[in-house]
């Protein structure tokens, strides 16, 4: 179908990798032009070798799955005649050891908070059947065995 791509780029800058002792700081850069500064989360490699205020992989993951998500919901709605005027999401990630002890994303919560206008309002049972048609056509949640709840 489509191809995507990412390039990501590090340089060591006088760390030292065989200690353990170098940055996780690195960019990822989009055909588009953008460039998003990303590193380890800080949670896993402590300070001073992550940077806390730069993107990492466990955020990237979640705002992706969240992201795709909405994305269909908006495309849903708007082929039912539902309005919708703001969509926010803060979404959740839980780290478990899976059965073979490996640390994986378990779990992501997506907590939507969605606002709609105009004639036609989806009731709730309506605002369930587009979120899960929406987690059900979802590239992302498609391509990956975590868990997607979602809490309305």
């Not at 590090?10 to 998003?36: C, M, P």
């Not at 806390?52 to 039912?80: G, K, R, T």
């Amino acid at each position: 179908m489509s191809n995507y791509k990412a390039t990501i780029s590090w340089q060591r800058n006088g760390g030292d990798l065989l200690t353990g002792k170098y940055s996780r700081a690195h960019i990822w850069k989009f055909d588009g032009g953008l460039e998003v500064p990303a590193s380890a989360s800080p949670q896993i490699v402590p300070f001073p070798w992550s940077r806390e205020e730069n993107v990492d992989p466990e955020e990237a993951f979640i705002a992706s799955l969240s992201s795709c998500h909405m994305l269909f919901y908006l495309s849903l709605a708007a082929e039912q005649g539902f309005q919708v005027d703001t969509y926010e999401d803060c979404a959740v990630g839980k780290m478990a050891r899976n059965r073979q002890g490996k640390y994986i994303v378990s779990e992501v919560e997506l907590n939507p908070r969605i606002s709609h206008s105009g004639d036609l309002i989806p009731d709730k049972a309506a605002k369930d059947t587009l979120h899960h048609q929406a987690n059900d056509q979802c590239f992302i949640a498609n391509s990956v065995k975590t868990k997607v709840k979602i809490n309305l």
